[in-house]
């Protein structure tokens, strides 16, 4: 690894998601259910989760954003989001954490999200 490729320190590692694990759909479902509370869309497809990370144990590693970084429910999200998945039969341990790196963008959200707000 050169300089270049190193993490920059104090940001975390986005990485892709386990798509390929059996988890992962209900998972990606568990997010579907945690909405922001000022946007009547789910964080899934509103695009703040960034990564799903499950290891070869079933621990579930959730990297997400918010829209802004003064969110009122900052502090809240990543329990809620946690909360969410935490109950699915074979997930062993999750861990969530908020990264800012990079930022979230409207390109973020999915059709469906983009269709739900009015803005296709």
């Known amino acids: ?10 940001t975390p590692l986005i990485k ?3 798509t390929d694990h059996p988890l992962h759909e209900a998972i990606v479902e568990a ?3 945690v909405y922001d509370p000022e946007i009547p869309v789910n964080i899934y497809d509103l695009g703040l989760i ?11 590693h959730v990297i997400m954003s ?28 999750v861990d969530v954490d908020l990264a800012w790196e990079p ?8 059709d469906e999200a983009r269709l739900e707000l009015g803005f296709m």
């Open 1 to 10: 690894m050169t300089d270049s490729d190193a993490p920059v320190e104090g």
């Open 16 to 18: 892709p998601s386990s």
């Open 31 to 33: 997010c579907r259910s």
């Open 50 to 60: 960034y990564t799903i990370d499950i290891n070869e144990e079933n621990a579930v």
């Open 66 to 93: 918010l829209t802004a970084p003064g969110c009122p429910v900052a502090g809240e999200m990543p329990g809620w989001v946690a909360d969410a998945i935490e109950p699915l039969p074979g997930v062993k341990q």
């Open 103 to 110: 930022p979230w963008g409207m390109e973020m959200m999915s």
